[in-house]
Structure formats: structure tokens, C-alpha cells
């Protein structure tokens, strides 16, 4: 009877760790997610700020390009 008591008892602690790891592994692959969305959104943004230094560029040689081709 003994024996059978310290057995559930370990079957109740397996399925409690198993519960647990199951729920570590869903928040884990949300993190994981999360840090795709984040990545993406990061290299929207380092886009963007190429084009507005580009675009900030040109209009710093703007005045240049249009007293060279006025000339």
C-alpha cells in the first residue's frame, strides 16, 4: 500500500512537470514571435530611415545640381 501511495504521488509530481514544461514551451514560442514581429518591424524602420537620409542628401546637393545644369 505503501509503495503504491510514493507511485501516484510520482505520477501526480510527473504530470505537474509535464503541465509546467508545456507551459514554458507556449511561452517560449510566443517570445519567439514576438521577436520575429519585433525584427520585422525593425527593418521597416531601418528602411525608412535610409530613404530619409537619402532623400535628405539630395536635397543638400539640390542647390548645387540646379546652379551646375543652370550654368
Do not use: C, W
Request: aromatic share 4%; charged share 25%; glycine share 6%.
Amino acid at each position: 500500500m505503501l509503495q503504491d501511495e510514493s507511485e501516484v504521488k510520482l505520477q501526480v509530481e510527473v504530470a505537474v512537470l509535464k503541465s509546467k514544461i508545456d507551459h514554458v514551451e507556449e511561452s517560449v514560442h510566443g517570445l519567439k514571435q514576438q521577436l520575429d514581429d519585433i525584427e520585422t518591424r525593425l527593418v521597416r524602420v531601418e528602411r525608412i530611415t535610409y530613404m530619409v537620409l537619402g532623400g535628405l542628401v539630395i536635397l543638400q546637393f539640390l542647390p548645387a545640381i540646379t546652379n551646375f545644369i543652370g550654368t
